[in-house]
């Protein structure tokens, strides 16, 4: 598979998403679980984009590091950006009622997380997701 570039600008574009994200993880070899995590996530973010951004991108691309395949989201927009990302990600143990659940739920989905904002110019959060040993060998 190549890496894929998909804009985000309406809710629609959020459909679109979700089902190609589906598609991919499906044919990575991820069971249904990993795959709604994954398709979740994507969707989180790219609604994000949508509601306190303007416009953006995900790019979708496979992993193979030494022997290991997984799936590496990239969505980023020009958008306000955040003044400080920690304090939306600290409020882990409070209720997720607050602010920043979104985020914090995408962090506890996936395996890696990196989330890099600047203030007035725009957001990039970069996910991943490994398939499991248990995964892998059901393809070999
Ligand atoms: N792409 C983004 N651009 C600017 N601000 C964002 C972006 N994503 C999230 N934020 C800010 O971080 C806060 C927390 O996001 P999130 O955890 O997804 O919760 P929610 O979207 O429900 O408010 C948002 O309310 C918003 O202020
Ligand atoms: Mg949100």
């Keep these: 598979m190549l890496s894929i570039l998909i804009p985000i600008k309406t809710e629609s574009d959020v459909v679109t998403i979700r089902s190609k994200v589906r598609e991919i993880t499906g044919g990575l070899g991820f069971d249904e679980l990993d795959q709604s995590r994954i398709v979740q996530s994507v969707s ?19 992993l193979d590091r030494e022997g290991r395949r997984g ?6 927009d020009f ?11 600290r409020m882990s143990e409070t209720p997720s009622v607050v602010e920043g659940h979104g985020l914090r739920q995408v962090r506890e989905l ?16 970069q996910v991943s997701k490994w398939l499991t040993v248990a995964a892998m060998e059901v393809e070999e």
Excluded at 46 to 62: D, R
């Design 110 to 125: 996936m395996d890696e997380f990196v989330i890099r904002a600047v203030n007035g110019k725009g957001t990039c959060v």
């Design 44 to 62: 989180e973010l790219a609604l994000n984009v949508v509601h306190h951004a303007e416009e953006g991108t995900v790019l979708i691309e496979p």
């Design 79 to 89: 958008g306000p950006g955040m003044a400080e990302t920690e304090p939306i990600l």
């Design 71 to 76: 799936i590496r989201m990239v969505v980023q």
